[in-house]
T-cell receptor, first 113, second 114 residues
């Protein structure tokens, strides 16, 4: 069955460092991969989308890579700030042309001042 | 532009009751998707509506149903509530249906079933 794995342990880093979050998947061939940010008690907020034929995408301090051979996406936040502390979710969809988005359980990022 | 709104924000029900949740998408968005979020299962897709038609459906029992109105507003209904239905229910809107669309989520409705 399809499976998306994100590190369940919180990632603790110091302000100014680069945070790297991982999203691995199995038994899945998504056409798209998205990253969302979710703060406690709020709905997820869209950050970036990357297509299967794209290797990398950037937006300000954010960078996403998508390796369909390794079945892995890496999400980087450079020059991290305490305000970046949140849970980050990856989501896959478009496998086989269908639209049933599948979300990972998210990784909590804590940036210490 | 106003964001996605959901009402009510909090709800307490007892087992066996039914509940209706409401979602108003961003103006101009015609697709509304519903999700259930629990600590154990994460965010799970319930269904998607586009132009008043259910386009896609996740793996949930028939107790979960929904509809969309001509103004794109959507409602979700859960009948015969079970304790396990306690969750944060999120709706998300997007401009159109299909893969690869940016979704805009509402704040969610926190449902507690006693």
């Amino acid at each position: 069955s399809q499976k998306i794995e994100q590190n369940s342990e919180a990632l603790n880093i110091q302000e100014g460092k680069t945070a790297t979050l991982t999203c691995n998947y199995t038994n899945y061939s998504p056409a798209y991969l998205q990253w969302y940010r979710q703060d406690p008690g709020r709905g997820p907020v869209f950050l970036l989308l990357i297509r299967e034929n794209e290797k990398e995408k950037r937006k300000e301090r954010l960078k996403v890579t998508f390796d369909t051979t390794l079945k892995q996406s890496l999400f980087h936040i450079t020059a991290s700030q305490p305000a970046d502390s949140a849970t980050y979710l990856c989501a896959l969809d478009g496998a086989g042309g269908s639209y049933i988005p599948t979300f990972g359980r998210g990784t909590s990022l804590i940036v210490h001042p | 532009k106003a964001g996605v709104t959901q009402t009510p924000r909090y709800l307490i029900k007892t087992r066996g009751q039914q509940v209706t949740l409401s979602c108003s998408p961003i103006s101009g968005h015609r697709s509304v998707s519903w999700y259930q979020q629990t600590p154990g299962q994460g965010l799970q897709f319930l269904f998607e509506y586009f132009s008043e038609t259910q386009r896609n459906k996740g793996n949930f029992p028939g107790r979960f149903s929904g509809r969309q109105f001509s103004n794109s507003r959507s409602e979700m209904n859960v009948s015969t509530l079970e304790l396990g239905d306690s969750a944060l229910y999120l709706c998300a809107s997007s401009v159109t249906s299909g893969s690869g669309n940016e979704q805009f989520f509402g704040p969610g409705t926190r449902l507690t079933v006693l």
